[in-house]
């Protein structure tokens, strides 16, 4: 059962957390209550050694259509900068397990820039992702002008910022922004099937993967891969590591603690 009133949580006996974004009548809009469940489960799910993947979504209309405009029209400067408003989004960022977002319909703005903090995103044919902050006023606030950037390259990121314009599914597909594009009634099912592949992984290696992967955004080449080497050699002071090539070995699966 879920405590919380926007979103709703479930954890599997797969290991794998489901939380939906709950608030169907506003297409998902991220108000500081979502934010503030979002903070909770995420580090609840960070926390629970049962739990080994996670898998975000919306509703089929909306995964998110933005920030609250509602809750933040009438905002001043002081307002928001002593809020540090969106700062609490970098706790979400820094979940150290791996999470999913599993988009269809609407990722606008916030809602685009939240699917863009997870490791990857997996879309519906419906999927439409955009930036449309510009027609507001503003910029994006969570992420996205840096995100975007980095996953589909400045022509694209620019042309989606500077017009609002949305990108489909498909074009998402073939500029990087999304892992994978499957029909909007098979979503659930495709990201839940491979969160369960990712929650059957040794739980450290998943972990390590993530934080190298991570660290190529922030680090030159050859900081990186000294990075990557120090993490690689780290592991071979765990034991799923020996059960792991043990495994491989012997021809069976590997059966991790995950220490
Ligand atoms: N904030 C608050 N409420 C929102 C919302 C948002 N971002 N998006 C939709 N809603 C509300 C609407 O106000 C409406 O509520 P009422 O029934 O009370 O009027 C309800 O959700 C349904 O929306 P629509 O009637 O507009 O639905 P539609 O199907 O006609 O249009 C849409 C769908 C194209 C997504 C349209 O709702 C829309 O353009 N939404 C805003 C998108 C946007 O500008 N997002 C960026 C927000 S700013 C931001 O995110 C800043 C940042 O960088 C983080």
Sequence with gaps: ?????????????????????????????????????LIEAFADYDGDDSQRC??????????????????????????????????????????????????????????????????????????KFGQPEIKLGVTPGMG??????????????MHMCLTGEMMGAEEALSSGLVAKVVPADKLLDEAMATARTIAGMAPLAAMANKEMVNAAYEMTLAEGIKFE?????????????????KAFVEKRPGNWKGK
């Design 1 to 37: 059962m879920s405590q919380y009133e926007t979103i709703l949580v479930e954890k599997q006996s797969d290991g794998v957390t489901l939380v939906t974004l709950n608030r169907p009548k506003a297409l998902n809009a991220l108000n500081s209550q979502v934010l503030g469940e």
């Design 54 to 127: 996670l898998v975000l979504t919306g509703s089929e209309k909306a995964f998110a259509a933005g920030a609250d405009i509602k809750e933040m029209q009438d905002q001043g400067f002081a307002d928001m900068y002593k809020a540090n408003f969106f700062g609490g989004w970098e706790k979400v960022t820094a979940t150290r397990k791996p999470w999913i977002a599993a988009v269809a319909g609407y990722a606008l703005g916030g809602g685009c820039e939240v699917a863009m903090m997870a490791d990857f995103i997996i879309a519906a044919d419906s999927a």
């Design 144 to 157: 996205g002008s840096q995100r975007l950037t980095h996953a589909v390259g400045k022509a694209k990121a």
């Design 229 to 245: 080497r120090r993490l690689f050699h780290g592991l071979f002071g765990t034991e799923d590591q020996s059960e792991g090539m």
